[in-house]
Nanobody, 114 residues
């Protein structure tokens, strides 16, 4: 399984950005997909996850601002980020968990700054 993240960039506070992650390889229809982020000097933290049949889960810090969705036809998971804040600045990583294993993408930088 391989994951390829894209869509990061520089955005002003209050702006929006969508990051994408496309997976390839043998992926179960029950796989859980998620987004994590890591800011300099901080540990990697959960942002959001989506599990078929079990819904979505969000970190308290992004609830109401971020939305995770999937497009199965495109093998892609999206993270729509609205009302961005400087503290959202981080490298965003997608991951996929299935059959007891977790796979990570390479990360995409999101910078929120004026």
């Amino acid at each position: 399984v391989q994951l390829q993240a894209s869509g990061g960039g520089l955005v002003q506070p209050g702006g929006s950005l969508r990051v994408s992650c496309t997976h390839s390889g043998r992926v179960s229809s029950f796989a859980r997909m998620g987004w994590f982020r890591q800011a300099p000097g901080n540990q990697r933290e959960l942002v959001a996850t989506i599990t078929p049949g079990d819904g979505t889960n969000y970190a308290d810090s992004v609830k109401g601002r971020f939305t995770i969705t999937t497009d199965n036809a495109k093998n892609t998971v999206y993270l729509q980020m609205n009302s961005l804040k400087p503290e959202d600045t981080a490298v965003y990583y997608c991951n996929l968990t299935q059959w007891g294993r977790t796979y990570w993408g390479q990360g995409t930088q999101v910078t929120v700054s004026s």
